[in-house]
């Protein structure tokens, strides 16, 4: 059973967490790796170097609306490719993430908090919410029920 006075609060602190993570991972990509840098390891694993500048961008832009809320459903949506990017590079590196070159459960951790987001809702205090087609109630066809 979901407790709808408190789970918005719950999906604020996922969406939060996730903003805060991506705006840290974007920050590390810039600050201390370096964009050449990145690009550089993105050649290494077999990626297109010209991703870097995608891939920060996109944790960068997706990370402060999480964490403000816009459209949080949908960001979380389209940076699952980030996240399953990154899990894929880990994948061959073993389950603990402080492993050589990191393992892969936490990237596929951020992958599945991501889709919690998206498929759970935009939380409380968002500025922005993501719209949502509601579904239909099914036709009743008269001459069936009768």
């Not at 991972?25 to 600050?31: D, I």
């Not at 996109?58 to 999480?66: S, T, Y």
């Not at 993430?97 to 205090?125: I, M, S």
């Amino acid at each position: 059973m979901i407790d709808t006075r408190l789970a918005p609060y719950g999906l604020l602190l996922l969406r939060v967490s996730l903003g805060v993570m991506f705006l840290a991972h974007a920050w590390l990509k810039v600050s201390v790796f370096t964009l050449p840098g990145f690009a550089g390891f993105l050649g290494q694993v077999g990626l297109p170097a010209g991703l870097a500048w995608p891939i920060v961008l996109a944790e960068a832009i997706g990370g402060a609306a999480l964490l403000l809320g816009v459209y949080a459903r949908a960001v979380s949506v389209a940076l699952l490719p980030v996240l399953l990017g990154a899990l894929a590079v880990h994948a061959g590196n073993g389950w603990v993430f402080n492993a050589p070159n990191g393992g892969w459960e936490y990237p596929a951790f951020l992958a599945v908090a991501a889709l919690v987001q998206a498929l759970a809702g935009d939380g409380a205090l968002a500025l922005r919410e993501t719209p949502v087609r509601k579904a239909r109630a099914p036709r009743r066809d008269l001459a069936a029920a009768a």
